[in-house]
């Protein structure tokens, strides 16, 4: 469609960019002695590889797309490379710059935990950064595969790192689910080139698959269908369950893994296979974003009543995870330019917020123990900071003002109804109420309700200072995003705001 | 062209070398035991130098013919080398001169006695192995067949107790595939007159609805099954595998279960042609869906057992079957490349394995998987090894398991065998079960009762000259797989081609 007017730029800095985690991986291992060396590699690297992610942002505001192609694979027509494109490059952002942030967490939270291991744990991180940049940055499928499985494998060791056995029960289960996905990922991807002989992503979808003819109506369905079972990343029900397991890793993890970088490579994913792969016109044709959307619509709804029914905190928020992770597929699936903008524009968004939210959920239990709801009676007093965050990102999950899932919420419904759809608005407004359901009662118990016991004076005990200041940032963050859209303020967070529009006008011509 | 003149003999030599030099250390050992393992090690050193310079000129120049004795060829013996000889006999040299500098230290723990007699007949091994990738000539072939038999019988008795039971089944299975093969040939002989693979590929076309040379294909296949081990034949070899000395493990596993598998696809596709295969005696269906079960149940097996060695052994049978099963898929672009890429890719890996299972036994005597709590911190280059080496047979990229993986996807994807396509991919599942155990024991799960002790395990690690050829083989199965995956820019590719060719065309000798 649009693919003939993009010019593309060869480049290293793609590979440059991911260069930094894996370099940083390795001289974590050799000063594995020296624990603030160790953890200024990490800082050093984070930061490195987000300036040069962020250096690509103003040739792909100019339409135009970064290719670095190393070599021609043994199969004829796939090459092994990167091409950031503004999609890509929405991940890209999001995943680098929260690396840095949760780097710095991650020190405070393993610091005052005193646990074990933490040599592999910063070495794993580094590499699952590696594995999520690789995604967001590949090229075609293949390329994009390769960097999914490590990224899999990788954080195996994070999911386990307590090493009790319920952790490593919960290590088995996340591999379970997660490598039977790859398994389906490789067949679909095979197939496809099998089918096309190529696996590039194509804006607007590869043009030898929307050409197959109606004889291959079923087997496009079905291979459809695979590659959704290959994302299981993205969590979208019945195959969700490893992801509340999976929160028994350390909170630095379950913050930037599973709510930014593994599930977000999985809806990352779908959205790629929806728009890129198989493109708006031919998943229309298929019908296969109604039946899409039917999926996204029961996770949301479902997901939300498991999470109403979890007292641990962090259960809670997965489960939530789970439920806005379908807003973005669900996004993706009503096929129309608004409906594609919330979705990408919320893989930011959600990120942003999520990771607050789970950053806030370890810092109280850093500073208190306490790992359940029912428990946290009087901690907005203790953590008045803390809590304030977690306050402003839980609206946000709402979608009410004043943090940026508003913004997000309000594409979605626009793309709703410009795909005349009315029952997926409701469906949005219903989870949309149900995420209120069982947000406001940690906002309540938090603040309102009194200690047991009645504890009379409360001191202020927050979390160290390299916690407090991360979660603070994500929150700011969350807000500027809001007012900087709402107020025209042209603040540096506007840049998303373009990238996602290039990224849209790829995807979908503009009328 | 002196130089030229030279590279034909090296065929020979590099049979006479070895077998001169079983001999030198017979007589050496007699005065200085010490002197044993030089003379072995710079006589396979050699040999490879040769192995490389043979590669090298049939790949830049073609086929190579070498007449024994000056014989012409229907009446003497031949050696040809394409580029398929060419290619195995570099492998199973190079693991061969692993598994050399590997044997100085298990051989003086496990057999400090026998030293002198292990290494003589390790060099016949050697010459028998040689000889079969060389020759050109059934018979010879057969000649060579049995001392590298003979050889490996005596090298797994060599440890005495159960081993001596393994080696005798060996004996026996061995003799009987022996035989069938040598029933083969001459019943060939019986009909044809002649011996020499290529003269046959000649004589036979008009014989081929001859009941004779039908029943001497079957023998030649039944016979080359039972040597390489395919199910339901493989009864003798997991106790071999286990049993046998660390060294021989690793050469009989890797190396040797290579040229019986060389030899196989040599009479296949050599003697016999593709025509033959396909209309007189249509094996390759049935080739396949053994194959298919040998790779299910071998796993299935393997995930049932407790011993890491009989572990491996078991992956064996289900690694031979992805072999047989690109050769069964040969019609297809990617079936026979993908196996004898596997070739490649098992022989790294398992020697990588069975090296790292020696070192365990060596530094700590432990044989069961239940045992290896804590390994990761007490021989920690020694379980890197293994878990490069063991992510490779699970098939997670960028290693050479995936590589070889990918291929037989889409060989079956093109040959429309979905079941075959769910039976590779199921078995990259089966592999991870019981691969991950392992790993999951060494770094992972705590002895009970051990509580997060923080205290220092005191570093064990097996001896250089174990490690080292481990970590050789475990970062081949990295940069292999790139290479594999780069395609033709690297030198992989070419070779494999010309041997697929070769194999495909016209039979030995592409002039």
């Known amino acids: 469609m649009t693919e003939g007017l993009i010019v593309s730029i060869s480049s290293y800095m793609p590979l440059f960019a991911i260069l930094c985690p894996a370099t940083a991986s390795v001289l974590i291992l050799l000063s594995s002695k020296r624990p603030n060396i160790r953890e200024s590699w990490t800082i050093i690297a984070g930061i490195l590889q987000f300036s040069l992610i962020a250096s690509m942002i103003p040739t792909i505001l100019n339409e135009e797309v970064i290719e670095c192609t190393f070599f021609q694979t043994m199969f004829e027509g796939i090459a092994f490379g990167f091409k950031v494109d503004a999609f890509g490059l929405i991940f890209a952002l999001t995943a680098s710059f929260l690396w840095i942030l949760v780097s710095f967490y991650s020190i405070g939270y393993m610091r005052s935990l005193r646990e074990h291991a933490q040599t592999r744990y910063y070495f794993c991180f580094a590499i699952a950064i590696f594995g999520a940049i690789g995604v967001a940055l590949s090229a075609n499928l293949l390329t994009m595969f390769i960097f999914f499985e490590i990224l899999t494998v990788s954080t195996y060791p994070l999911v386990i790192h307590e090493q009790s056995k319920e952790a490593i029960s919960a290590g088995h289960k996340y591999f379970a689910y997660l490598l039977t996905a790859g398994v389906f990922l490789l067949f679909a991807i095979m197939m496809t080139y099998y089918l096309t002989g190529t696996t590039d992503f194509t804006g607007g979808g590869i043009k030898a698959l929307a050409e197959l003819g109606p004889t291959y109506k079923l087997a496009l369905v079905i291979l459809f269908f695979c590659f959704l079972l290959g994302f299981m990343k993205a969590a979208w029900m019945p195959f969700h369950s490893w992801l509340p397991t999976a929160m028994i890793a350390p909170t630095p993890v379950s913050a930037l893994l599973h709510a930014v970088a593994v599930v977000k490579a999985g809806v990352f994913g779908i959205v790629r296979i929806v728009c890129y792969i198989y493109g708006v016109d031919l998943m229309g044709t298929l019908g296969l974003g109604l039946a899409l959307a039917c999926i996204a619509s029961f996770t949301m709804i479902v997901a939300n009543f498991f999470a109403i029914a979890q007292d641990n905190l962090k259960r809670r928020l997965a489960y939530s995870t789970i439920n806005q992770l379908s807003y973005i597929i669900l996004g993706a699936a009503l096929l129309t330019s608004e409906g594609i903008r919330g979705a990408m524009i919320h893989i930011p968004f959600h990120g942003f917020m999520k990771i607050t939210l789970f950053l806030c959920a370890g810092a109280i239990m850093v500073v208190t123990g306490k790992k359940n709801i029912s428990e946290m009676a009087g901690v907005g007093k203790t953590m008045p900071v803390t809590m304030l965050a977690f306050t402003i990102t839980a609206f946000g999950m709402c979608g009410i003002p004043p943090a940026c899932g508003f913004i997000s919420k309000w594409f979605l419904c626009w793309g709703t109804l410009q795909a005349g759809e009315i029952i997926f608005l409701f469906v949005l407004l219903t989870a949309s109420l149900l995420d209120v359901v069982y947000f406001f009662p940690i906002i309540h118990i938090a603040f309102f309700k009194r200690p047991e016991g009645g504890v009379e004076e409360v001191e202020v005990k927050e979390a160290p200072l390299f916690m407090l200041i991360p979660l603070s940032l994500t929150a700011i963050f969350s807000v500027l995003f809001f007012l900087d859209f709402i107020l025209r303020l042209n603040i540096i967070s506007m840049y998303f705001y373009r990238i996602v529009e290039v990224a849209v006008g790829n995807v979908i011509p503009i009328p | ?511």
Not at chain 2, 305 to 327: C, D, E, F, H, P
Not at chain 2, 468 to 476: D, K, V
């Open chain 2, 1 to 511: 062209m002196i130089r030229l003149f030279l590279a034909e003999h090296y065929p020979v030599l590099v049979i006479a070398i070895s077998l001169l030099s079983a001999f030198t250390i017979l007589i050496a050992g007699w005065v200085n035991k010490k002197a044993c393992l030089p003379i072995s090690l710079a006589s396979i050193s050699v040999q490879l130098l040769l192995a490389f310079f043979i590669l090298h000129q049939v790949i830049t120049s073609g086929t190579i013919h070498y007449w024994l004795g000056g014989w012409a060829p229907p009446w003497g013996i031949e050696y040809v080398v394409d580029a398929f000889n060419a290619y195995v006999l570099v492998i199973v040299l190079f693991i061969c001169l692993l598994a050399a500098i590997y044997s100085k230290r298990s051989i003086e723990k496990e057999q400090p006695g026998k030293i002198v007699p292990f290494y003589v007949v390790f060099q016949l091994l050697i010459t028998g192995l040689c000889g079969i990738t060389v020759t050109g000539d059934i018979f010879n072939l057969y000649v060579f067949l049995e001392i590298a038999s003979l050889a490996a019988y005596a090298l797994i008795a060599v440890a005495g107790g159960r081993a001596l039971k393994a080696s005798y089944n060996y004996v026996i299975m061995g003799s009987i595939g022996a035989c069938f093969y040598l029933l083969g040939v001459g019943f060939l002989y019986a009909v044809t007159g002649s011996l020499n693979m290529h003269d046959l590929s000649l004589l036979l076309p008009p014989l081929y609805g001859n009941k004779v040379v039908q029943a001497a294909f079957v023998f030649f296949v039944v016979g080359m099954s039972i040597k390489m081990a395919l199910f339901p034949l493989h009864i003798w070899q997991p106790d071999a595998y286990t049993y046998a000395p660390s060294a021989v493990s690793v050469i009989i596993a890797a190396a040797m279960s290579k040229v019986s598998i060389y030899a196989f696809i040599r009479v296949f596709f050599s003697v016999f042609t593709t025509d033959f295969i396909e209309i007189y005696v249509p094996i390759a269906a049935t080739l396949s869906w053994i194959a298919a079960i040998a790779i299910i149940v071998g796993s299935l097996i393997a995930i049932m057992q407790t011993n890491l060695k009989r572990m491996l052994a078991y992956s064996s049978v289900s690694q031979v079957g992805y072999i047989v099963l690109g050769v069964g898929l040969y019609s297809t672009q990617w079936g026979l490349y993908g196996a004898l890429m596997h070739i490649l890719n098992h022989a790294i890996t398992k020697g990588c394995l069975f090296l790292v299972a020696g070192a365990i036994i060596y530094r700590s005597g432990l044989w069961h998987i239940r045992d290896f709590e804590g390994l990761g911190k007490k021989m920690p280059y020694t379980s890197a090894a293994f878990t490069i080496a063991a992510l490779s047979m699970i098939g997670v990229p960028p290693t050479v398991g995936f590589m070889t993986k990918l291929c037989l996807v889409l060989a079956s994807l093109e040959a429309v065998e979905y079941v075959f396509v769910a039976v590779i991919l199921v078995s990259t599942l089966l592999n991870l079960v019981y691969f991950w155990r392992v790993i999951d024991r060494m770094y992972f799960v705590r002895k009970e009762g051990e509580e997060e002790s923080e205290h220092e395990i005191t570093k064990e690690e097996a001896p250089l000259s174990m490690v080292f050829p481990a970590l050789i083989l475990g970062a081949l199965c990295i940069i292999v797989g790139i290479l594999w995956l780069a395609g033709s820019v690297t030198p992989l590719q070419p070779i494999v081609n010309q041997a697929v060719k070769a194999l495909l065309g016209m039979g030995v000798v592409v002039p």
